[in-house]
């Protein structure tokens, strides 16, 4: 009986620094759906509010990543460019603050970060049945590629343990009562994460 304790007691510390190692030592223990996978499997995490944070594995190099989103706001222009257009008349930014941590054992440039998509607030059902597929289901996508004060998109990789904080671009094909932010559109993570947020509540 000892022994068989002793056994379970080392496969235990094993396991936990498994975990620990693949960054899933950061995840809320609600948030596992299973700790004894390679990598670790999360949760779907719907609603967050401005503030919250939600965790992710990238397919990739399977890291755990931890987004904070920490404030939004919808602007007609950015930089004195203009969202709307003759084309567009109107689309407007929606301009999200992220905080972006690396829980994993690789560097990732920022580029190489999936960004997220907009998404109109009634939409929830859609996403969580994966028909959010086209970009017609879509208010808009991230911008990866402008620069601009506080872009998210600096040159440098997110190495890991580190952390960025920075302005995410999204061009809105027009305005909305709420918003949803949606990480997972591309596939590129193993779980989806979605920040809902009203047209008040973007400052």
């Not at 929606?94 to 990732?108: P, Q, Y």
Request: charged residues 30%.
């Amino acid at each position: 009986m000892k022994r068989n304790f002793s056994i379970f007691y080392i496969l235990l510390i094993i396991l936990c620094l498994l975990v620990s190692c693949s960054g899933g030592g950061a995840v809320p223990k609600e948030l596992i759906e299973d700790a004894e996978s390679d990598p670790i499997e999360i949760k779907d995490q719907y609603e967050l509010k401005i503030g919250e944070s939600g965790f992710t594995v990238d397919r990739r190099n399977r890291n755990v990543l931890e987004f904070t989103l920490n404030s939004v706001k919808v602007a007609d222009e950015i930089n004195g460019k203009q969202a709307a257009s003759d084309k567009d008349p109107e689309r407007v930014y929606v301009i999200a603050n992220f905080t972006a941590k690396n829980h994993g054992e690789i560097g990732i440039s920022t580029q190489g970060i999936e960004y997220p998509v907009l998404v109109d607030g009634s939409d929830l059902g859609n996403i969580k049945n994966d028909a959010v597929t086209h970009r017609n289901d879509l208010l808009g996508i991230g911008d990866r590629i402008t620069q601009f004060d506080s872009s998210f998109n600096e040159v440098g990789p997110l190495e890991p343990g580190d952390e960025r904080t920075g302005d995410v671009l999204i061009a809105a094909d027009h305005r909305s009562d709420s918003y949803i932010i949606y990480f997972g559109y591309d596939m590129e993570y193993r779980n989806k994460l979605t920040w809902h947020f009203d047209a008040e509540e973007a400052n």
